[in-house]
């Protein structure tokens, strides 16, 4: 069983970002189906974590629901993370879910970068933003990353087209990493953290 957890920053409900998010995985699911894999989709929407993203910026530790959402990307053998673009950037929602993660915590993994704004010209966020982002996490980021503009969701048949096609390569591009990567083994990553008495006394 392949497993592919869908990271998705969408404030409002519904969203572009998640309408993009949620065909991302059903091509993901498809491509890897065709490669004869069983396939499990599961998907965190941030927006239910706000609160306590807020919290571990103070306390450092993600508790509850957000702990469980953490752990279900760590253990993926995929992801899927689309955010909506906001001053030429991913959002902060989105940073601050990933800002929970330790360096080295997604090291070999594949990802799907994808993303929605208002015009094509905030596009160029997936390249000087995401990926060196999912870089320094020593992810594994797919080459497509998928970008959709107001205009390709109301826009002419071909733009139409034109997103359903990236859809559909950057979903092969990670179906094919998924299929060849070993189950993912993702321990807890706050199991061996040193208790604040002992870091109090030094």
Known sequence: MKRVVVVTAGLSQPSS???????????TARALGA????VAVEVVELREHAQALASNLLTG??????RQA????LSADGLVVVTPIFNASYSGLFKMFFDVLE?????????LMAAT??????SLALEH????????LQAVTVPTAVFAATDDWGGSGGTQQALSSRIDRAAEELAGLVAASEPAQAG?????????EDLLAG
């Open 61 to 66: 530790f993600p508790t509850g629901e957000l």
């Open 70 to 73: 953490v752990e279900k990307a």
């Open 188 to 196: 807890d990553p706050f199991e061996d953290g040193v208790a604040f």
């Open 103 to 111: 360096r080295g915590s997604l090291q070999g993994k594949p990802v």
């Open 17 to 27: 970002t998640r309408l993009l998010a949620d065909r991302l995985a059903s091509s």
């Open 129 to 136: 933003a995401m990926r060196p982002m999912f870089t320094y």
């Open 117 to 122: 704004g208002g015009t094509a010209r905030h």
């Open 35 to 38: 490669r004869g894999a069983d």
